[in-house]
Each structure stands twice: as C-alpha cells, then as structure tokens.
C-alpha cells in the first residue's frame, strides 16, 4: 500500500480548506459493495440522497450530481445555459473566480470581468450599475463565487439577487458555493439564484470525486435554446432519469454511499447548528491571529468567511516556507497561497467535519509552526482562542445536549 505519512505516530492534521477530513462513519459508508446501478436499491439510494440535497441546497428544484470536481460543475452550469459569444459578468474576488472566468473564455463566452484586490466580496452597487448600463440585456449571467477559497472573503448573495432585480434585468445568477455549501448559510430558492455550482470535498465532508448543479426553472428554460456544446453535461437527460432513481452514465456508487451518510450526519446536527459551530471556529480563529499579531487578508468583518481563514505573512518571510516547516514538525498541512497571493499569505481551514479540540490542534501547530520558522509574532494567539471557545462553549454544549436529548 502507498505510504501516505511519513511520522512515525498521530494522524496527519490536513487544515487545508478542502478536501476536508472525511468522517470515519463516511469512510465506512463508502467502504461498502458496489451494487447494481440499475437495481432497485440504488434507485431508493438514489432518491433518498436527492431530498436531502434539497435541504442542503434549500430548494425545491432538481439538483444535478456529476462525477467530477467542481471544475466539470462550473462547465456544466455554462453550457446548459449559454451560447458561444455570450456576455457574462463576472468579478475578481480571487484565484477562483479568475479560474471560472478563464474556464468560460476557454468556451467562446465573452466575459466582462470586474477587477478586485482579492480582499474584498463583490460589492452590489457594481453589480446594479453594470446591468443598467446594458439597456440591451446582452450580458446573459452574472457569475458570483459566495465564498472564495483562496482568500477567505465570503459575497452576500442575496444582496446581489436584489442587485439585479433592481436593474429589471433578466441575466441568470450562477454562483460557486464549493467551499461554502453545508459550512455557511445558503439559500438557492430564497436567495433567487438559477445555478448554483458546488463540490463533495470540503463542507460535505466527502472525498473529492462529486460535484452538483443545483438549478432554477429559468435556467432549465435557458437551456433549451442553448448552443454550447453539451453532451456528458445536460441537464434535461440526468433530471428525467435521476426522478425514477438513475442516472444516465455509471454514477460513483461509492461516493454516493458516502453522500448519503454526509446528509444524514447534516440532518442530524441541524444545519443552523452546523452553521453556527463554522462561525464560531472562524471567530476563534481571527482572534487567535490577532493574538500573533497577524492580519487577516479579508478587509470587511462583515465578509468574513466561516469555512477558512487566510492570513498575511510578515513582510520578508515566505508563507510556503513556513508551511513546509509546519508539515515536517507537527505533521499538518496548512494552505497554500495561491495565484497573485502565493509565498503571502497561508489558508486555515476550519470546515467540515471539526470540533473545538481539533481547533485547538491546528491553532497550536501554527503557534509553533511561527516560532518554529522564526517568523516574528506574539505568543498568545492560542491563548485568546481558547479563551473565546470557553467563553461560548455554554451556548455550543446545550445545543450539543439538545441533540443527543
């Protein structure tokens, strides 16, 4: 068998923000048989698993799963909507939204792309001011990552939905909540969004290998006089068949045993709790690298993520150096910068499947990670986060009572 980790003891401590620690309930759900696809187990598995999705989602609607990272449910979201040299606006939020927008160039879109300092969410008024100008309604979505993994900076959505109703104009809202989905409030049917992109690796708590295209009933409409090419990606083939319990290629059984026990253990804790426990983490986490003397990348506390927190690297010392020295000391793998940020900042994640000690864990390794590496900081970035989880650990039992109750 390869050998995944070189220490000597002690799990590896993966605080990257995604792929996330997969539970060892999911990894027992996947390590299961395969079955017939076509059989009538998979098909009560298929059902059960798309209902829960739509709690996860918050919708009525079909949600479309695909075996494949999110990169193939971004394309999947453009050609079942769009035609070649179609206007899309989109926004500079980070490394992500310059890998979307790079994706729909690749596919003959034409996108006018709003640049950022990758600091700050996508601001509404921009938004509203650039479909007003299009009296012609030839931009035909707006692109919006909800929470961007490079950077830490979560965009209100619906503020953005409002945005384009304001402008009373008929562009689709496409959005990428990949490391956002079951770790953050959302809302595809309230919100107003028409697709929604999304993966199976970080809040979802899953291996990579599933990604989803939650959509509306105007982009299905939008659909059917699309001209990008579309042949693995259609939407209307997978809905027709996913409503009797199949799917029209071989489906990642595994993976989707693995999916159903994530809905489960979702359903279990309450997604209010589930959101309520990532915002507490992320708090305790800015605290502690205010406690070092750190900065946060994300400028706006109000666009603060819950999934992951980005910190800047003093000037003159080398975030990734810094991570290598954390993975050979202490056995953790921290982010790395990525795109215009890298060897500038390094990623915490705290998303998925995570609790206050194993916080606690990550928060020390980088304390130690910081001395180890002599980069210059303050000593007490441990200490402020602890004193927040204990100041707030009274809410967060009794809801934990109120489950097991």
Known sequence: ???????????????????????????????????????????????????????????????????????????????????????????????FATLWRALAEKMGLVVDFVPGDWRS????????????????????????????TSTGVTTAIEPIRKAIDRASHPAL???????????????????????????????????PGLSFNAV???????????????AYWRWDEAIALNRQGYFPSTPATNLLYGLHEALAMLREEGLPNVFARHARHAEATRRAVRG????????????????LTAVLMPEGHDADAFRRTVLARFDMSLGTGLGRLAGRVFRIGHLGFFNDLMLCGTLCGVEMGLAAAGVPHRKNGVGEALEWLRTTAAKADTTAQKRAA
Do not use: C
């Open 1 to 95: 068998m390869f050998q995944l980790d070189s220490h000597p003891s002690g799990r590896h401590f993966l605080q990257i923000p995604g792929p996330t620690n997969v539970p060892d309930r999911i990894l027992r759900a996947i390590d299961q048989p395969t079955i017939d696809h076509r059989g009538p187990e998979f098909a009560r598995l298929t059902l059960e698993i798309m209902a829960g999705l739509q709690e996860v989602f918050r919708t009525t609607g079909p949600v479309v799963i695909y075996p494949a990272s999110g990169t193939g449910a971004w394309e999947a979201a453009l050609v079942n909507t769009l035609s070649p040299g179609d206007r899309v606006l989109m926004f500079e939020t980070g490394h």
């Open 121 to 148: 969410g996508v601001d509404p008024a921009a938004v509203e001011s650039r479909l007003a100008e299009d009296r012609a309604h030839a931009i035909r979505a707006v692109m919006v990552v909800h929470n961007e």
């Open 173 to 207: 809202l496409m959005v990428d909540t990949i490391s956002s989905l079951a770790s953050l409030d959302y809302r595809h049917g309230e919100w107003g969004v028409d697709v929604t992109v999304a993966g199976s690796q970080k809040g979802l708590m899953l291996p």
């Open 216 to 230: 509306s009933e105007k982009a299905l409409a939008a659909g059917r006089s699309a001209k990008l090419p579309r």
């Open 292 to 307: 070092w003397g750190l900065e946060v990348l994300a400028r706006n506390p109000a666009e603060y993520s819950g999934a």
